[in-house]
């Protein structure tokens, strides 16, 4: 299969063949692709895109391409980012900092005014200066976040859920592993509807229903 982002649509019942977005037809190489709840973004990281003069060249450029009817626009970068960036309804994007710190952590950035906003660190419990947390999937309505940790593991599943309290503070999180026994399941992301959650384990993509995720919360 050639560079670029590819897609497949679920028709009755069956995964069609992949096809090419066409953006840029595949000239670079994009990866970790992820697409905004409504579908009309696509958020991706590209090894070797052309960054704007002024920016630093670093080893996570991101890039955002809008829907243009059963197009895509050409992608622009938008002056955030870092890997594997998910969005909630209100546009805030939630993503991996792999720069500034021994080991990667996740970060979240507002869309305000038009433009991103410097990035915001999600506090502990989330965050940790000892153990590597990345590949965030944040909810729609910002109420729980699934990312990948280096955390100890049920099932060697490498999957953890946040939710968020009602004060805006963060819960501890929790492994996802009696549920999702996959080995080394990781790299979360929600159904378009938030019924499923997809996630990979060696290579392959498996899906699991997002009920579990009411399982998992724990009591107020």
Known sequence: MDNGIWYSKLQNGIWTEPLNTNIDYGKYADFEMNI???????????????LPKVVKTTNTQTWISERKGDKWSNPIYPGVGGMYITSTADGTLYFTNTTDKPRAYIVKS?????????????????????????????????SYLIFDSSREKVNNCALFISFKKI???????????KYITQDKAAMATISGDGKLIYFRSKGIIWWVSAEIINDLKPAE
């Open 36 to 50: 905004s709840p409504n579908g009309e973004k696509i958020f991706f990281n590209s090894i070797d895109r052309p």
């Open 167 to 177: 004060n805006g503070s963060w819960s501890d999180p929790i492994n996802m592993g």
């Open 110 to 142: 507002r869309y305000m005014n038009g433009k991103y906003q410097p990035e915001e660190i999600i506090p502990e419990p989330v965050f940790s200066e000892i153990r590597g947390d990345m590949h965030p999937c944040i909810a729609t309505d910002e």
